[in-house]
Structures are given as structure tokens and as C-alpha cells.
């Protein structure tokens, strides 16, 4: 492409008239039907798009209508009030509308907090998070990140199933919704990012496959049609999507995107989609002076997507790391099914801490083959760690969280290993204060037999663990009130404690500054013990002991360090978190025989004097 493409969708020019365009290659004529006034407009045709200025004002519906009548949203749409199948709407210019003061950090520099808009709030919308926005900013968290919100069929999905990439999810708010979290999260001092998804489209409301070859039949994804991104006029379907990223950060003001199964899109280009669009972004936010980050979700432990372009990379900001949340969730909690089956091992914790992945080139049982590359080039805060996430929750058969497989113990020992890592961390909605409810798997469809098929298949992938009842029917909207948090309930009991445990563990992580250290650490694996020593001024140890059994040892045998007191900073078994209470002294040294309870972890500190 010699010259830059136009903005596509509808750019409003004034408050009267409207720019319209899109791709349609397949297509000699195009009209826009404003079905209000019962008007219809040709489309001027130029290289595959089409285009039309006409009097629009902002609020105007319209449609897309081929030669053969049929009617279309929008493929660029920026809202949807009447659903995945009606008619779209011109509305404003987005705008940043954002504070100048807000400066987002540095990857390194964040804590994450994932959520859910349709089940985070009993109202499930953009405004009703704006409220809870001091409390996670109190709790010690620099971000939240929302899962997809490209409009969707209905009003109940993960977003996973999202169809107009460009229009903010009408039930949640809108775009005006979403504009307004924006700016009140900046407000607040938090970053707000976004997860995109442009490896599938979902299966209702999917029309873009007759506008032009956005899809390909080379390759195949789990859920459906992959994006034509290697193909002839692969050029124009990467635009379309690279536009959208640029819609969300650009025009919107969203602080970062987490871009979804990388891994699985599939691109042989000598210049890969994910490159172009961390490019594309990162250019784009330098011209604004303002920093977005760009993450990936990839299972291929390959750090290519995070090193720089002078050294053969992508480029990319950071990347999700399973590998930590696997080895820590198997140790604890013994589960090795599916694709926890090459996990077990103890020393697999620590390895991922040394390699950043667990297989980082090694043989994998579950992929049959080598798995991963080295990585000791990669700094360990540009991979994003957790205890749990929307897929380690909600992709289990009735949705139930860390605490329930692995008891309060367990949750507080994983939560440690996460928190106090030299990773950066993320936290799924809830897991502060122990949140009972579950997070089921729902939809909202509209047409039967993709109903029946979605029940079918949900069944089916869990008959042998709770048979083909034990499911919930992802269609019921019983199954999304019930995965609605309990917000009231962190105030009080283990709820409480645990929001304090956790909020101790973040204002640790910042006061010692763990991620700045990242280069100093090493871990080890003793029996059910993994230690990770930050070495420096002041030295510290974080100690957990994921085992079944109380642990006795003594610091000297974890590894080489000052035979100086050592003052114990935090315990996990310590009563005011609900446990049964911390037999350790107020300080101990290198040769003090100490006993770890079972699933407890401990973060010591030399004395300042003696370090």
C-alpha cells in the first residue's frame, strides 16, 4: 500500500455531516440505507473500499445494503444499540478525554487487576466500576484490565464472541460508558487496559466474510475461521484490525492491550501482523507523548515476541507466562489433568523463575515435543504472572476458584509466590478478599442450534469430571447472575482477612521495590520448599512451602547468605490472615532451626545493620 488508507467506519465531521467508509472488495455497488428517513445513498467504490460523505448528524442509524437488498451493521461500527444484527449508529469522535497529569508506567512498574464489566458490579456496566476504582487503588493495583468488550450477541458473554471489534458493548454503556471509566481511572491515578481479540471472530453477527476475503481456509483455530493475515489483500484485512487497535488506544485513551492467543494466529509474513501492530501502536502513542503497552497471550514460551526488532523480535511490551501459574497451581493443589499434565514438580516453580519459563526449550509431555526457547535475555517483569485469570477460572467445569481447589492456606501460598515474585503480577477480579462466588462459562445467543451446540460441546468437555448434569447451561442467565461478585462480602471474616493479606503483600512488593531487583534473584527448590533470594541492600528471601507437611530447615540450607538476624516481614500462616498462627520469632538467624507449615509462605529481611 504506497499511501495511508482512510479511517474506516463513520468519522463525524461536524454536527451535521459524516464520513463513511469500508472495505467491501467483494462488492461493485454498496449503499447506506438510513432507515429513519428511509433513504438510500450510493457508496462511491475506489480499490476495493467504498465511501460516501452525506448529512448524518451524530445518533443517525444506518445500515450497509448490497444490490440484492440484504442490510448489514457497519464492519467498523462504533456502536450497536439494537444489537450484532441491527443497525448501526453514527456517534462523536471518541476523543482521549483524558487528564494530562496520567502517565502511564512502565510494565515493570504495574499490578494488574483483570475484570469482567458484566459480572463486576450487580449493574455489570462501565459506570458501576467507577466507584470501585479507589478501592483497588488502596489495594495496591496500577491497572485494571478489562476483558473483551467488542459488541457481542446479547447481553451475557465473556466477550470471546465479539462481532463489531470497534463498538464498545451496548449493555455495558457504550462507547460514552467506556469513556467515562477512561477518564475516571486516570483520574484516580490508574492505567486501564483493554483485551483485543484478532485471532477469530465470534460465530453470531458475523458478517465479514461477505464484505471481503477477511478470512482464511490455510489455517485452523479452535473457535473458529482464522483472520487472513498472510494472503492476498492481507494487507487491507491487517489495516481493518490494526485500525481497531488504534481506535481503543489512539482515539480512546485505553492505556494498554493484552492481545489475545497469539499463538494462535498464524502469519508467515516476513513482517508478522503482531509486529506491524505493536509498530503501529507504539508509533502512535510516541506521537501523543504517552506510553501504551502492548502484551500477548501466547502458550509458546517464545521470547521472541518481547525482544526488541534490532535483535530479531516483535517488539511487544510483555507477554502472559501459564507456565508460573501451572507449576505453582500443580504443586499446591496436585491437579495434573489436561493441560496440567507435564506440571507436578516442585522444582518446576523455581525453574521458571531461573528460566522465566518452565520449558524453555525442554521436552514437554503435553505438546509431545520440545516446547519454548531460552529466555535469559528477558527481564522478568515483561512477563505477566497470576494465581488465577478468567481461563484458569472459568474454563473449569463449574467455575470455581483457586481457594476452593486449594483451601485459604494454599490461596495465601500461591498469592505470595505471585506477589513477592520478581514477575509482574495480575489479579483476577475477586481473588483479594476470596470472592466465593464462581466464574462460569455464559452466552447469550440468539439462535437455537448454536445454543444446543454450545451446550453440547460445554457438556461434553467435562462428562468424564462431573458428568453431562454437572455443567451449567452457559445459556441461563441463572449461570451469570451466579458468577456476579459479592463485593460486601470483603469486609468481613476470612473475606477481610484476606483483602488485608493481600494489600500487605502489595505494599511490600512496592516498598522493596522487587521488580527493580529482578536481576539479583535466584531460586531453589528444597523438597516442597522453593526459596527466591533477592540479594543486595537489604537482602531478602521469600520462602514457601507448598507441601502437605510442616517443613523444618534452617535458612543456611536454601542457599549463600549473610549470617546476619533476619526480621520476618510477613508469614502466611499468621493468624491476623487467618491462619492458625506464626511459631516463628520476631527475627531468627542463618543457622535458627525453623519449622514452615504445610501450603504457608514467609518473606524475610536481613537487618540493615549486618547486611
Not at 451535521?16 to 440505507?33: D, K
Not at 525442554?362 to 522478568?380: L, N, V
Request: aromatic share 10%.
Amino acid at each position: 500500500m504506497s499511501s495511508p488508507l482512510p479511517k474506516l467506519g463513520s468519522v463525524s465531521l461536524d454536527d451535521s455531516r459524516t464520513s463513511f467508509t469500508v472495505w467491501a472488495p467483494l462488492h461493485e455497488r454498496l449503499e447506506l440505507l438510513f432507515p429513519a428517513a428511509a433513504r438510500a445513498v450510493q457508496m462511491t467504490p475506489l480499490n476495493g473500499y467504498h465511501t460516501l460523505t452525506t448529512d448524518a448528524p451524530p445518533g443517525t442509524l444506518y445500515q450497509i445494503q448490497y444490490a440484492d437488498g440484504r442490510r448489514r451493521p457497519d464492519p467498523a461500527s462504533r456502536a450497536q444499540p439494537e444489537g450484532v444484527h441491527g443497525p448501526s449508529m453514527v456517534i462523536q469522535p471518541a476523543g482521549t478525554n483524558t487528564t494530562t497529569a496520567f502517565q502511564n508506567p512502565a510494565l515493570a512498574d504495574h499490578v494488574i487487576y483483570e475484570l469482567h464489566v458484566g459480572t463486576f458490579t450487580p449493574e455489570g456496566t462501565f459506570d458501576a466500576i467507577i466507584p470501585r476504582l479507589a478501592a483497588l487503588r488502596e489495594l495496591g493495583v496500577s491497572a485494571i484490565e478489562l476483558m473483551p468488550i467488542g459488541q457481542f450477541p446479547g447481553n451475557r458473554n465473556w466477550g470471546y464472541d465479539g462481532v463489531n471489534l470497534f463498538a464498545a458493548q451496548w449493555s455495558y454503556g457504550g462507547l460514552a460508558g467506556l469513556q467515562r471509566l477512561i477518564h475516571a481511572c486516570h483520574t484516580q491515578g490508574l492505567a486501564i487496559f483493554l483485551d483485543v481479540v484478532y485471532n477469530h471472530l465470534g460465530p453470531e453477527g458475523n458478517y465479514l466474510a461477505e464484505f471481503g476475503p477477511y478470512f482464511t481456509d490455510k489455517y485452523k483455530t479452535p473457535w473458529g475461521a482464522p483472520l487472513n493475515f498472510d494472503g492476498r489483500d492481507s494487507d487491507h484485512v491487517r489495516e481493518f484490525f490494526i485500525q481497531n487497535a488504534l481506535h481503543w488506544t489512539r482515539d480512546c485513551g485505553i492505556d494498554g492491550l493484552r492481545v489475545d492467543a497469539v499463538h494462535a494466529i498464524i502469519d508467515h509474513s516476513a513482517v508478522t501482523f503482531i509486529e506491524e501492530l505493536a509498530m503501529r501502536v507504539h508509533d502512535a502513542a510516541a506521537a501523543q507523548r504517552r506510553r501504551v503497552l502492548v502484551i500477548a497471550e501466547s502458550s509458546d514460551n517464545d521470547p521472541r515476541l518481547i525482544r526488541p526488532r534490532e535483535r530479531g523480535g516483535y517488539a511487544l511490551d510483555g507477554c502472559w507466562n501459564d507456565d508460573y501459574h501451572h507449576a505453582i497451581r500443580t504443586a499446591i493443589t496436585g491437579d495434573r489433568r489436561g493441560y496440567y499434565a507435564p506440571f507436578g514438580d516442585v522444582a518446576q516453580i523455581s525453574k521458571a523463575i531461573r528460566d522465566r519459563y518452565v520449558f524453555a526449550g525442554e521436552y514437554s509431555s503435553g505438546h509431545g515435543k520440545r516446547h519454548g526457547a531460552p529466555a535469559p535475555d528477558i527481564a522478568h517483569s515483561a512477563l505477566v504472572v497470576f494465581t488465577q485469570n478468567h481461563d484458569q477460572v472459568g474454563n473449569r467445569a463449574t467455575g470455581n476458584r483457586l481457594d476452593h481447589s486449594a483451601g485459604l492456606d494454599g490461596a495465601r501460598t500461591a498469592a505470595a509466590l505471585v506477589l513477592l515474585s520478581p514477575f509482574t503480577p495480575m489479579l483476577w477480579m475477586g481473588e483479594e478478599y476470596a470472592e466465593y462466588a464462581p466464574f462460569q462459562y455464559f452466552v447469550s445467543h440468539s439462535d437455537a442450534s448454536l445454543i444446543e451446540a454450545v451446550r453440547r460441546g460445554r457438556a461434553a468437555e467435562f462428562a468424564e469430571l462431573v458428568g453431562a448434569d454437572g455443567v451449567p447451561d452457559p445459556q441461563a442467565v441463572e449461570t451469570f447472575n451466579r458468577s456476579k461478585l459479592t463485593w460486601e462480602t470483603r469486609t468481613s471474616g476470612d473475606h477481610a482477612n484476606m483483602l488485608k493479606y493481600y494489600t500487605t503483600l502489595l505494599e511490600l512488593r512496592a516498598s522493596l521495590k522487587l521488580t527493580s531487583r529482578s536481576r539479583e534473584v535466584t531460586a531453589s527448590t528444597s523438597g516442597s520448599l522453593v526459596s527466591i533470594i533477592y540479594s543486595g541492600s537489604p537482602e531478602l528471601v521469600v520462602i514457601a512451602n507448598v507441601g502437605m507437611s510442616p517443613t523444618h530447615t534452617s535458612l543456611n540450607t536454601l542457599g549463600t547468605l549473610p549470617n546476619s538476624p533476619w526480621a520476618v516481614l510477613l508469614d502466611s500462616n499468621d493468624t491476623r490472615w487467618g491462619g492458625e498462627g506464626s511459631h516463628l520469632p520476631a527475627t531468627i538467624n542463618s543457622l535458627t532451626p525453623i519449622t514452615i507449615a504445610a501450603k504457608s509462605a514467609l518473606l524475610l529481611q536481613a537487618s540493615k545493620e549486618f547486611s
